[in-house]
């Protein structure tokens, strides 16, 4: 078995220079491929212990986009605790402090803009990420014997909600959650309307991203899992029989497995997804372009480099598929990133009556409950509900 890059950490803790500024950092794994580690900004030495975490990550499947955000919010609490002073084996105490200190500091103006800007601040959402990561790397930590297991059990509350059958006790239900966390203000994923969807599909400058753009908005498929798709998993004919697939119907396949790109579905189950005839013409489009620009092209992936000078023919990555959505919507006057179009996806389904276990099986979700941030009303849904039951007093005379 190859020998990890990274070190196990020791169980006994040095101290850390107090100005030592921790940096997420991508990093090439010989028995792993593409991940991250958290290094020094100056001398590029890894942390031990965050690095030894993230590569178990990377040994447990987890997506590079992943590791990367517990990288970076590792490596943003580690900085934090120099100047503090503060050991981090404490546990919930330190953790606690870091998050109430970044709950009112400040996020950096945009540079060489200096027009005044009200200060903008981390969202709840955003700080309970900064959570959930730092929790689990104490999870990690305490199951290799780095902190003790009192110090992680800390993390988790537990309590017994009780109920009640007319005047009679109903035995209780057991249930945990995080010990840090902050409330949340919910607020409504925003959406594509059907002339920004069209806007957007206008504003894409080739025919590879406007089916891939075209793809996310009529599947809801997530940019993973289009950048994992394989010519494979792409049945884009009525009868698929000939290639051993009994479904009906143009249609892809979604599956998790490991990526030259690092794209790496969400959901271990594989499921099948139809398309539209007009995303049939769209691949077909890209697929004659693919054609006329690769001399030899044998890479299995649907998503490849064809207009840049450099890794032609190489599997697109997510970090150039993401710069193409802001890119692309900044010339239709809008900001879309790529998963609003799986919010737009499913918002539209359920408001055309399609049936919860029917969004649920398209999206890949394991718990029908996954389907009431789609179900949020819009302005019109509101209005329409106020003109329908208004006082016949109120009408004009």
């Known amino acids: 078995m190859p020998q990890s890059l990274i070190p196990f950490p020791s169980t006994t803790h040095p101290i850390v220079p107090i100005s030592r500024r921790w940096i997420a950092f991508s990093v090439i794994h010989k028995a792993g491929g ?41 490596a943003a609490f580690f900085t934090w605790l120099g100047p503090a002073r503060l050991d981090w084996t404490d546990g919930v105490p330190v953790v606690s402090r870091f998050i109430r200190e970044l709950a009112v500091t400040a996020l950096n103006a945009p540079e060489g803009n200096a027009e005044y800007r009200e200060p903008r601040y981390r ?7 900064y959570a959930a990561a730092i929790t689990q790397f104490y999870m990690w930590a305490a199951r290799s014997d780095l902190v003790s297991e009192k110090t992680a059990a800390g993390f988790y509350e537990t309590r017994i909600a009780y109920g009640y059958s007319g005047d009679r006790l109903l035995p209780g239900q057991v249930l945990r959650s995080r010990a840090v966390r902050v ?29 891939l753009v075209a793809l996310m908005v009529e599947t809801g498929v997530r940019i993973g899992e289009a950048l994992g798709l394989r010519t494979e998993d792409l049945h884009l004919f009525h009868d698929s029989r000939a290639v051993g ?18 794209a790496l579905s969400k959901s271990s189950n594989p499921r099948t997804v139809p398309v539209t005839e007009a995303v049939c013409t769209l691949y077909y489009l890209y697929l004659e372009d693919r054609i006329d620009r690769l001399a030899q ?23 150039n598929a993401v710069k193409m959505f ?3 919507s900044g010339r239709a006057g809008l900001r879309v990133n790529p998963h609003m179009t799986r919010h737009t996806a ?37 209005r329409e509900a106020i003109e329908r039951v208004r006082f016949r007093s109120s009408e004009p005379t």
């Open 34 to 74: 593409p991940s991250w580690a958290v290094v020094d900004s100056s001398t590029y030495e890894l942390h031990s212990e965050a690095s030894a975490y993230l590569h178990y990550l990377l040994g447990s499947a987890r997506s590079a986009n992943t590791i990367r955000a517990y990288a970076q919010r590792l």
């Open 123 to 129: 969202s709840g959402k955003t700080m309970n990420q």
């Open 183 to 211: 409330k949340e203000i919910e607020e409504a994923p925003k959406l594509l309307n059907e002339t920004g969807a069209e806007s957007l599909l206008e504003a894409v400058s080739n025919h590879r991203d406007r089916f």
């Open 245 to 262: 697939c009994v479904s009906v119907g143009p249609h892809i396949h979604v599956r998790r497995r490991q990526n030259p790109n690092a």
């Open 297 to 319: 092209d044998s890479n299995p992936m649907v998503f490849v480099n064809l207009y840049s000078r450099s890794h032609v023919g190489e599997a697109l990555k997510y970090s």
């Open 326 to 328: 802001y890119r692309s």
């Open 346 to 382: 499913a918002t539209r389904w359920k408001r055309a009556g399609v049936p919860t276990r029917d969004v649920q099986a398209l999206l890949g979700h394991r718990s029908p409950s996954s389907q009431l941030m789609y179900e949020h009303s819009s302005d019109q849904d509101l």
